[in-house]
């Protein structure tokens, strides 16, 4: 019987999302107490009240499409904060340059606050090389807002030095949970070789009880007729001691009777056929951009109805044609495992979660694709889907018994 692992990495992934989430939350906070900081300079100082008007707007639009990307962290959204975000700050830096030179006086801290906002766009997957070049392509963008402001606003171009630091801080925070997941990986010990290695002791520990077993029931009691009958033995006594051979060989699993008397050593359970058909469909998303880790399917020996099969099937490739299409990730895991007669199927991404209850009409995955062929053949479906991802488990009932050769 194998059991199923937990998904490996999804702690490491809920660290990098929520150091993203904090970076966006501070770029929305960081626009208002700007804009705060803006109207304070405009009444103290005085200068033109439009470009401080175009910079305090320029602030409220970098808050919207920052705050937008907090609430649904996608590609598609970080690509607007990104571009909108240029805009805005280069708007912004020429406003504040246009409305008073003194501003970058005695540092330009104030005029970086909107550029500074883009390398804080954050990772978009749970993974830290996906912060890292998103921080590298908003640091960029940063440096490229400042140049075009000052140069807009007829000041010589000035690489903005409070970007670079909050650039660096970013890459190094980044660099750092890269290289604690990587040691992670190589410290984690092999759960499949631990189960297989606890499953051969169990059999052992069983053959000890058999062979124990055996030896009372049988060799005890053929001693005892043998002392007690000193001729030789009648047809009688032989008979029961043949039998008792018999059930001795078959009570025990170190060894086995062929047809032709010899004895060989016992054979382990072979993989079920579903088992390889998993793994099969596995490989042909190995082009989709999608990297499918698999696991218990080694250690699965159970048997499944043809219909059961084909619904497994369809299911799980409907549940990765998912992934692919919507969940905005470059990885999943399928775990398989078997427990009192029924078959699970687990489908993992780390990916971008969705809400059951407000699937659009046209998107039939899930209730045609997965829920209705695994309750054809009796089987239910969970799924679970949230910032953290999303997990699909498929319970089917197994058909048949252990598949042994």
């Known amino acids: 019987m194998a059991s199923i692992a937990l998904p490996r990495d999804v702690a490491s992934g809920i660290i990098v999302r929520g150091f993203a989430t904090a970076q966006r939350a501070i770029v929305v906070v960081g626009a208002v107490l700007t804009a705060v900081a803006v109207t304070v300079s405009a009444v103290s100082r005085g200068g033109d009240p439009l470009a401080f008007l ?15 990307l907090l609430l649904r962290p996608t590609a598609a959204r970080a690509i607007v904060f990104l571009a909108a975000g240029t805009a805005a700050s280069v708007v912004y830096t020429t ?7 003194r501003l970058d006086e005695p540092g330009p801290f104030l005029v970086n606050r909107a550029a500074t ?33 000052f140069a807009l606003a007829g000041r010589a171009p000035e690489i903005g030095v409070t970007p670079l630091l909050g650039a660096v801080v970013v890459l190094i925070a980044y660099g750092a949970l890269g290289v604690s997941r990587a040691r992670a990986r190589r410290r984690v010990p092999d759960l499949d070789r631990l189960q297989r290695e606890l499953e051969i002791g169990d059999r052992e ?16 009691a053929d001693l ?3 002392a007690a009958r000193p001729g030789p033995l009648d047809a009688g006594a032989r008979a029961r001691l043949e039998r008792d051979l018999a059930v001795a060989v078959a009570g025990t699993v170190a060894v086995a ?17 579903i088992a390889d058909d998993l793994l099969e469909l596995v490989h ?51 775990v398989v495992g078997e427990r009192d007669g029924t078959l699970s199927v687990l489908i993992v991404d780390d990916g971008v979660g969705f809400s059951s209850t407000r699937v659009d009409a046209d998107r039939l995955g899930v209730r045609s694709s997965i829920d209705a062929r695994v309750r054809e053949v009796g089987g239910s479906v969970r799924v679970w889907s949230g910032d953290e991802g999303t997990t699909v488990m498929l319970s089917v009932p197994a058909g048949g018994n252990e598949v042994r050769t």
């Open 54 to 68: 175009a910079a305090i707007l320029a602030l409220v639009a970098l808050a919207v499409v920052a705050l937008r």
């Open 117 to 149: 906002a883009l390398v804080l766009v954050g990772a978009l997957r749970g993974s830290a090389q996906s912060g890292v070049l998103w921080t590298s392509a908003g640091f960029l963008l940063a440096e490229l807002s400042l140049v075009l402001g």
């Open 257 to 273: 009777v062929d047809v032709d008397g010899d004895f060989d050593a016992p054979t382990e359970p072979r993989r079920s056929p």
């Open 95 to 101: 406003a504040l340059l246009g409305a008073d030179a």
């Open 224 to 226: 005892a007729i043998i």
């Open 284 to 334: 042909e998303y190995q082009w989709s951009g999608v990297t499918v880790d698999v696991s218990g399917c080694d250690d699965l020996v159970v048997a499944v109805d043809e219909q059961v099969r084909i619904a497994v099937l369809g299911a799980t490739r409907a549940a990765l044609d998912n992934v692919v299409r919507h969940a905005a990730t470059d990885r999943a895991e399928l």
């Open 205 to 220: 520990r069983e053959l000890e009880r058999r062979a124990a077993r055996v030896a009372h029931d049988t060799v005890l």
